[in-house]
């Protein structure tokens, strides 16, 4: 994991950092004896900047590349005509259009990714999916953008030492979930000839194309692969192998991908010694940065902790 940390009560070597970190930028304030602090991280893809201002800062923004979501902890951040307090999560910019804005004394997080993650996300299909708005569509969905950007942040690129970022597959993971999480909490539009496509793709939904991708699946497990990637391996659509899972396997293919990577990990708990194997290490490598989720997922489908697979041999 890439990290870098900026602390400077000068104005020019902030507003140069952050050009360099973000987008060409013009920035004023007051820092007086207050400083500006950033924390980076960043990893496959992935990126991770926790902001403080303990001033009120003005910007003006040339065009993002990335799509960049900001979740407020303290003060307040805006951008344009939006003005978001603690608690809050939106879009700063859409990609490709200068903003601009300020910051009032702000503790804040940014989590960032590439744009065509969204396209790997969609169901639509490349080029199909473009953001419309930048605020959440309502009170819960802000909620669960808010939580997502504080679990990327604490779990799976934290400031402290941690191994989740060593784990390709935790770190491509928790970035298809915050793309499809960030679909479904922001507003965006929907492909014209869905009409069109769904019935293409319901025809392309017949058992063959589940056999393929089952077989994908069990080969490819250990990669860092998603819906983009399983359903260009059997050459249909995202949603047409959807329908596929659905109508011949009652589930989705990423449930039978975290599936195949539990049985995975089961597997290699079995066969490590206690003395020298690890949950921790073991639910890692196969992709589940969250603990509690793993252990809770792992009794679910073998009836005890895996903790207890682990002790079984000593």
């Given at each position: ?31 007086e ?32 590349d ?52 969204l ?83 319901s ?49 989705t ?37 969250h ?15 895996p ?7 000593s």
């Amino acid at each position: 994991m890439e990290t870098a940390v900026f602390d400077s009560d000068d104005l020019q070597a902030t507003e140069e950092y952050l050009s360099r970190a973000f987008t060409p930028m013009t920035i004023s304030g007051r820092p007086e004896n207050a400083r500006a602090r950033v924390d980076h991280r960043t990893e496959g893809g992935l990126t991770v900047d926790e902001l403080s201002f303990g001033y009120t800062m003005s910007y003006d923004a040339g065009p993002l590349d990335r799509l960049c979501l900001v979740s407020v902890n303290e003060g307040v951040h805006t951008s344009g005509d939006e003005v978001c307090g603690p608690g809050e999560t939106f879009l700063v910019a859409h990609p490709g259009r200068p903003y601009r804005g300020e910051v009032r004394e702000a503790d804040y997080t940014i989590v960032s990714f590439a744009p065509s993650h969204l396209q790997r996300t969609a169901a639509e299909g490349p080029g199909a999916v473009r953001l419309t708005g930048t605020r959440p569509v309502d009170a819960e969905a802000n909620r669960v953008l808010h939580a997502t950007v504080a679990y990327v942040r604490d779990t799976v690129l934290p400031a402290h030492a941690s191994a989740t970022a060593d784990h390709p597959l935790v770190v491509g993971t928790a970035l298809r979930h915050l793309a499809a999480v960030t679909l479904t909490c922001l507003p965006h539009t929907d492909r014209p000839d869905a009409g069109q496509q769904a019935r293409t793709d319901s025809r392309d939904g017949h058992p063959d194309t589940l056999r393929r991708a089952l077989a994908f699946i069990e080969d490819n497990a250990a990669r860092d692969i998603g819906l983009a990637e399983i359903a260009a391996a059997v050459c249909v659509t995202p949603r047409a192998l959807q329908y596929a899972f659905a109508r011949h396997a009652d589930t989705t293919p990423l449930r039978h991908l975290r599936r195949v990577r539990l049985d995975r990990a089961h597997a290699d708990l079995l066969a490590a010694e206690p003395s020298r194997g690890s949950v921790t290490n073991i639910a890692l490598r196969w992709g589940f940065a969250h603990q509690g989720r793993f252990a809770a997922h792992y009794r679910e489908a073998y009836g005890r902790a895996p903790a207890e697979t682990l002790r079984q041999l000593s």
